[in-house]
């Protein structure tokens, strides 16, 4: 984990231009779509630079997590850019939250669960955080259905993995199951590559 951390940390300085077009053409939609279901106390897993921060409905008290200082830096800029006194940053792994048990409303990830080291463990610790009947708001790219589409996600995936420790052939729908998640909805945003995936406790 510790290396992985090192390598955001890195990539911190550049990850917002190197994101840049996906996030105009798709990500930000993507995020809009996930963001306005979140209600109450809500964790965000891997909060990274903070690109889901202005997407948060009002009233909603957010403490977003990560393990890069590097990413926190850059996620702390754009909250006091946008004025969120209702955002806590904390740097923490997602494989050992710090939290009591039952604590959140809603948990948020984005793009998270295909660079956790073991993502049972973390998608177990956020299981365990969060409220009963709580939702888990999942948007995720992993690895498809598809024969076909796989093949590009199998060649990226040793460029993904040296770079930033990103698999791009998750089963990450079938790790939210095995982590004790009931899903409630799964929405294909970009062919079933890229999931919005509704979960509850």
């Known amino acids: 984990m510790a290396e992985t951390a090192k390598k955001y940390d890195r990539f911190?300085?550049?990850?917002?231009?190197f994101e840049s077009l996906m996030e105009r053409r798709a990500?930000?939609?993507?995020?809009?779509?996930?963001?306005r279901l979140a209600k109450g106390k809500v964790?965000?897993?891997g909060v990274g630079t903070g690109k889901n921060l202005p997407y948060y409905p009002k009233g909603v008290e957010v403490i977003g997590i990560d393990f890069s200082k590097g990413m926190l830096e850059k996620a702390d800029r754009r909250r006091k850019e946008l004025g969120l006194e209702n955002v806590k940053l904390m740097l923490m792994d997602a494989q050992n939250l710090?939290?009591?048990?039952?604590?959140?409303?809603?948990?948020?990830s984005t793009f998270v669960f295909c660079t956790v080291p073991d993502p049972i463990k973390g998608l177990?610790?956020?299981?365990?955080?969060?409220k009963p009947g709580g939702k888990a708001i999942f948007l995720e790219h992993m690895k498809s259905e598809s024969k076909l589409l796989n093949i590009p996600l199998y060649l990226m995936d040793p460029i993904t993995k040296a770079l930033v420790g990103t698999s791009m052939v998750?089963?990450?729908q079938k790790n939210i199951e095995k982590a004790g998640f009931k899903i409630e909805k799964v929405e294909n945003l970009f062919f079933d590559?890229?999931?919005?995936?509704?979960?509850t406790k």
């Open 170 to 172: 998750r089963e990450t």
């Open 193 to 199: 590559i890229v999931r919005l995936i509704i979960a």
């Open 98 to 108: 710090e939290f009591e048990d039952n604590t959140f409303d809603t948990v948020v």
């Open 124 to 130: 177990k610790e956020v299981y365990r955080v969060l």
């Open 27 to 35: 990500f930000s939609k993507y995020r809009k779509k996930a963001l």
């Open 12 to 17: 911190s300085k550049i990850y917002d231009s």
């Open 43 to 45: 964790l965000e897993v």
